[in-house]
Each structure stands twice: as structure tokens, then as C-alpha cells.
């Protein structure tokens, strides 16, 4: 009797487990879908670029004043709904990227690029640290062509100060898929993670948002 309620406590419990987790995905695509259908104007803007995985990134851009949210995700290949694991093959073309929705009124398109330019190494082509593969491209994928000719002179000037060459690409922002639900805010749910601890908190503390 004893086994078999226990077994049927665990049934019911992992029954909950799941559609708890099936009602967060739910609410997450729904804010994702929210997010990503409002039209761009001059009090609602977006920003798509990639720096490397996507946890350091959207870490590090979800500290600044003016920024609204910033969705985890992959973009620029030519494979249709990719999955983490998918896009680890390198096969599909995908870079991991963040979705940046920001207030213009309180940080700008250039002041973004500058903080995306000090939160990654912009001379490495496909590669940041140990993660190598061309989903860990340095990308800005502009909007639009006021987009476009920001991204270009933030390159120049920065190639001028540097010794290497700036290799970050820039091409029109492609279709955008929102990663899994684990990916999303990353660091702030998993801060003791080895990734997190050795990797992201000294970016950040570096970059004096922690």
C-alpha cells in the first residue's frame, strides 16, 4: 500500500512538474510573440546581434538602463525552427544571437553597439574563447539602412583603434527564432553555473554592471 501511493504521489508530481512547465512555455511564447509583432517606431526599437553564446550576451545587455527585454535566440540560417542542438552541428548556418527591444528615448542604437563591442572580442572570426564554430560569429543584423550605416562606421572607428581587423559581419536581419525556454535569461536564473560563475560574472564585473 505504502509502494503504492508513493508510486502514485511521484506519478501525480511529474504529471504537475510538466504541466507547469508546459504553461510557463506557453506564456513565455506568448510575451516572445508580444514582443517581436509590435511595428518599430521612434519609441519602440530592436536591436539583432550575436557576440558569442547567447548567455553572455543577453546577460550583459539585460543590466543596461533602457534596455526593455532581450530574447535569446538564432538567426541567419537556412534551416527552418533550429534547436540548440541543431545549430551546434555548425550545419545550419545559424549564429546564437540576441533580440534586444530598447527604449530609444534612454539608450541608442550607437550606445549599444559600443557596449556590444567591449562585451565580446569583435577581431576573432567565429570564435570566443573556447567556443568555436561559426554560430559564434561576431553579426549585427540591421532593421533598417539608418541601422545599417551606424553598424558601419562603429566598425571603422573601431578597426582604426584596434591592432586586428574588426570581423564582425553586417547583414540584414534574417528571420529570428526564439531559443528554448532554458536559454532564456540564463545567468540570472543559473549565477553558480560554471559558465556563468568563470565566464559571465567576470565579463560583467569587467564591464562594471556587477
Known sequence: MKTFTYRV????WLLSAVCLGLFAKVDKDELVTKI?????????????????CFWCTEAVFEQIDGIMSVISGYAGGQTKNPT?????TGKTG???????????????????????????DPTTLNRQ???????YRSTIMFY????KKEAELWKEK???RLVDSVVTEIVPAPKFYPAEEYHQDYYAKNPEQGYCSFVIRPKLKKLGLE
Open 84 to 88: 540548440y542542438k541543431d545549430i551546434c
Open 144 to 147: 533598417d539602412e539608418k541601422q
Open 36 to 52: 517581436h509583432t509590435k511595428p518599430v517606431d521612434s519609441k519602440n526599437q530592436f536591436a539583432l546581434i550575436g557576440g558569442g
Open 129 to 135: 574563447g573556447a567556443d568555436v564554430g561559426t554560430q
Open 94 to 120: 545559424h549564429a546564437e544571437v540576441i533580440k534586444i527591444h530598447f527604449d530609444p528615448q534612454k539608450v541608442s542604437f550607437s550606445q549599444i553597439l559600443e557596449i556590444f563591442g567591449n562585451a565580446h
Open 9 to 12: 504521489f511521484i506519478k501525480v
Open 158 to 160: 573601431l578597426t582604426s
